[in-house]
């Protein structure tokens, strides 16, 4: 295979994946099928790579707690092209905590950190050889940039066409847009250039990382302070302003709190 798309042929090994029903290349990179329950969830391929995590100082309407520091990614991993839907979940755990339901493609949300390793670990079970966890934070905004340094992967501003938050706050003086009041199906908007769906807005998504502030120099891997009662939660959600669905956005809440704007996307984990 040659590399095409797939920086310095930074391939996962093996490929194709053992568990992948189907599997890919296109404009995005590399993707595989994972079937769970009978559902099929696609799976992106996420080359390892350097990037700025955090916000530069000019960057408008950013938070304190964005220090800008480089971190390196060693291992390239395989992340979920869209938050779990409701479909996923309930074929897994049986029932649908979600507030705003109608369509199994809505993610599911109303669900807390500890809610989520249940139902990952629930799967694993079902699953031979493969581990669903959490991303890391620095996975998931690495995820999310896709390559680019604006405050969004779409570029230095956003539109409710691409993103589901309140169009009545746009950011940075942006045109007002659309507030729907309630989530849209995981993959009605726009992906990104990695081929990932609504890392911006729609619902929060749990990361791996207790929170912490960041460190201020260079660093490999990173996965957050060792303690802590608090968990990481990133992307912004269908009810916030358009600064809260910046890339570098940082929200975090007790492992066991719940709300209809707090999701989740899965991750396999780092390949060698």
């Known amino acids: 295979m040659t590399c095409g798309f797939i920086d310095n042929c930074a391939l996962p090994a093996p490929f194709p994946p053992l ?43 950013r ?103 309140d169009g009545n706050y746009p950011y940075n003086n942006g045109a007002k847009g659309e507030y729907r009041e309630e989530t849209v199906k995981v993959n009605v908007l726009p992906c990104n250039q990695w081929g990932l769906y609504q890392m911006h807005g729609n619902v929060w998504e749990w990361c791996a990382d207790r929170y912490g502030e960041y460190e201020q120099e260079s660093v490999k891997d990173p996965k957050g302070p060792a303690d802590g009662g608090l968990r990481v939660l990133r992307g912004g959600c269908w009810f916030d302003y358009g600064r809260n669905v910046r890339s570098a956005y940082r929200r975090w809440y007790t492992s066991v709190f719940r709300f209809n704007c707090i999701g989740f996307r899965f991750s396999l984990g780092q390949k060698g």
Not at 99 to 127: I, R, Y
Request: with cysteine; proline share 5%; charged share 25%.
């Open 63 to 165: 938070e304190d707690n964005e220090i800008q520091h480089e971190v390196t990614l060693t291992k390239g991993y395989w992340l979920a092209d869209t938050a779990c839907t409701q479909e996923l979940w309930e074929k897994v755990m049986g029932d649908n905590p979600s507030h705003f339901k109608g369509d199994a493609q809505l993610p599911v949300e109303n669900v807390s950190w500890d809610d989520c390793q249940e139902f990952m670990q629930t799967a694993n079970k079902e699953l031979k050889g493969i581990n669903l966890q959490f991303p890391t934070e620095a996975e998931w905004e690495y995820a999310c940039r896709a390559g680019k340094e604006t405050p969004f992967s779409f570029g230095e501003n956003i539109t409710t066409k691409q993103v589901n938050y």
């Open 19 to 61: 568990w992948a029903i189907a599997w890919g290349q296109d404009q995005y990179g590399l993707w595989a099928d994972l079937q769970i329950k009978d559902v099929n969830q696609r799976i992106r391929w996420i080359r390892p790579g350097v990037f700025m995590m955090g916000s530069p100082e000019d960057e408008p309407e």
